[in-house]
């Protein structure tokens, strides 16, 4: 399983934080909200372009450009063709996004990635061998973390509204701490020294975070609060699924070293880029022209 590599304490944290999180906005997010989010079909499919077919060119086309090495240009390839990081939520509310639509975007990436992603892989990649993953068990444990505490919140708030409200406050505080002792927990464990990688290697790590912000927003429709959600939910790469990939299987340090960089950038840049459009106005943000969503 993706979690094997983890220490028991950080799994512990992180199954706390995951579930914690998920229990707070279910809370204060109506399923049917969810549910009618999601039943936007013209936003799913500009979403799953974004993470499934542009964001994996752009994997593609910079290390060529960088004239990154190729076992760093293999660990590009493994981050760009996995979408569907947990963490997105937490950025999401940061930035102040639509959480209906970033719970449900992220629920449906994080599955289709335990399937596509080995395949997208080795579609581009012919040369590499085929990736096994553990899917149905990947799969279970996707269901349990995000499934569980969302149907325990709506339930309190379908019957126990009094309860919920007492409840929405602690728990968001309480997966803020969560999120902070996971992040400094995780710090401690990136021992690989990434500056190895050189300033062209972190320069294209940076440069990838930022074009994905912008394809994200652009295919985010009118509406600000999902062009914010599609676009940290499209930069925030599923890292779990690269490490797990790579500690099956014989790939080259500078490769595990790739990811390392990715995993110690992603969680601040995105962080940064949060806090900054949380801070923008409806009229500050760029705007399309505004179409019909189900195109």
């Not at 902070?180 to 294209?204: D, H, V």
């Not at 106005?281 to 189900?294: A, I, M």
């Amino acid at each position: 399983m993706m979690l094997n590599i983890l220490p028991t304490s950080v799994k512990i944290i992180s199954f706390l934080f995951i579930f914690t999180f998920l229990f707070s906005v279910a809370l204060e997010q109506p399923r049917k909200q969810i549910l009618v989010t999601m039943s936007d079909y013209g936003l799913i499919r500009r979403s799953l372009l974004a993470n499934f077919v542009l964001v994996p060119l752009v994997g593609i086309l910079l290390p060529w450009l960088f004239k990154l090495p190729p076992e760093i240009a293999l660990g590009f390839l493994f981050v760009a063709a996995a979408p569907g990081s947990l963490l997105a939520l937490h950025f999401t509310r940061v930035s102040k996004g639509n959480l209906a639509y970033a719970i449900g975007l992220v629920f449906l990436l994080s599955l289709l990635s335990v399937v596509f992603t080995p395949i997208l892989i080795h579609l581009i990649s012919p040369n590499i061998a085929s990736i096994n993953l553990p899917v149905l068990p990947i799969i279970l444990l996707l269901l349990l973390l995000i499934t569980f505490p969302l149907l325990v919140g709506q339930a309190i708030q379908h019957w126990l509204e009094p309860v919920a409200q007492k409840l929405r406050k602690p728990t968001n505080v309480l997966s803020i701490l969560l999120f902070i002792a996971l992040t400094i927990l995780t710090s401690t464990l990136k021992s690989s020294n990434i500056q190895a990688l050189g300033w062209n290697g972190l320069a294209a790590i940076a440069s990838f975070i930022a074009i994905s912000w912008g394809i994200g927003w652009q295919l985010g429709g009118p509406e600000p609060s999902n062009r914010k959600v599609l676009a940290i939910s499209t930069s925030m790469r599923n890292v779990a699924i690269c490490q797990a990939i790579t500690s099956g299987e014989s790939f080259g340090k500078d490769t595990e070293l790739a990811i390392a960089g990715f995993s110690q950038l992603l969680a601040p840049m995105n962080l940064l880029f949060a806090i900054v459009i949380s801070r923008m106005s409806y009229g500050q943000l760029p705007r399309l022209n505004r179409q019909p969503s189900n195109e």
